[in-house]
């Protein structure tokens, strides 16, 4: 939804990436998407010709990988680079694009933007290297962002000036985010709502307090429990005991199941999306979801 922010949470190998990539048709040969609608404004990204998608790819939606050098060309000055994409998809003069460049630079907080324009990428810090992606990420004020654990890298002040950075501009001109990463407290900080990926799948979903203060699914209700942070001091952390499956040969039935201490007879069968008690946009895809750490 306009101008709010979506954190898309799991581990290394859920699928998260893989998801971000689908939206805008990323995915390389040989993988492909198989079944299922990508909605964009109810219209389905999958039926858009190779050139709709061309227009829609940095101009509609835009996305921030986790290292900026896939966005930047190491060999061409900023300037360069941000006038490109702004003139792919704006009938605009070249004078005109370099404000609009530097007036992006300044919004992400990047000093003296006239003289950086004339810069390379190797003559930024990581995190300036982050911000010139975001600046060119938000250059066409696009309806959609898919940020792919773009702080991951960066040092936790650099990550906090970031994040906050990204969620101002969103909430100011109305852009939509999808935020990728395996941190919680990330998604706590800046997401509205959550969507908490599991061996290729949408487990839980719902709005960020909801979900977090009362996990309904057992796989959200182990990742919250194993950060430091959720634990008095001196006592062991919990952890989710295993490895998720490949996603190459899942087990039959609940893919949580091998790890699950609630799995009976009935998570054999592939659970369903159920509402969470009275409230309707909180689900979670488990036979027995919890309520206060418990099956209900
Ligand atoms: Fe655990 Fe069963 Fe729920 Fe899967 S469906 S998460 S195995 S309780």
């Not at 999958?46 to 290292?67: H, K, T, V, W, Y």
């Not at 004339?118 to 930024?124: C, E, G, L, S």
């Not at 005991?241 to 039935?253: A, E």
Request: with cysteine; charged share 20%.
């Amino acid at each position: 939804m306009r101008g709010k922010i979506l954190g898309l949470v799991g581990e290394s190998g859920s699928g998260k990436t893989v998801t971000g990539f689908s939206i805008l048709g990323l995915v390389e040969k040989p993988g492909r998407i198989e079944q299922g609608r990508i909605l964009f404004n109810g219209s389905d990204l999958r039926r858009a010709s190779p050139e709709e998608l061309r227009d829609i790819r940095g101009n509609r939606i835009s996305m921030i990988f986790q290292d900026p050098m896939m966005t930047l060309n190491p060999v061409l000055r900023i300037d360069t680079q941000m006038i490109e994409t702004i003139r792919a998809h704006k009938k605009i003069s070249y004078d005109d694009a370099r404000v609009l460049a530097r007036d992006a630079l300044g919004k992400v907080g990047i000093p003296s933007p006239d003289e950086r324009l004339a810069a390379y990428p190797h003559q930024f810090s990581g995190g300036m290297r982050q911000r010139v992606a975001i600046a060119i990420a938000l250059l066409h004020k696009p309806e959609l962002i898919i940020a792919d654990e773009p702080t991951t890298a960066l040092d936790v002040t650099i990550q906090a000036q970031i994040l906050s950075e990204v969620q101002k501009l969103c909430r100011e001109v109305g852009t939509a985010l999808i935020w990728v990463t395996h941190d919680l407290s990330v998604v706590a900080a800046i997401a509205d709502q959550i969507c908490v990926m599991y061996a290729g799948r949408i487990v839980e979903r719902g709005s960020t307090e909801s979900v977090l203060d009362g996990p309904s699914h057992p796989y959200t209700n182990g990742l919250i429990h194993s950060v430091p942070g959720n634990n008095r001091p001196g006592t062991p952390l919990q952890q989710i005991p295993g490895v998720m499956p490949s996603l190459l040969s899942l087990p039959v039935g609940c893919s949580f199941r091998q790890r699950c201490r609630y799995a009976d007879s009935m998570c054999m069968a592939e659970p369903e999306f159920n509402a969470v008690e009275t409230n309707r946009d909180h689900i979670a895809r488990c036979w027995h979801p919890l309520a206060e750490g418990r099956p209900a």
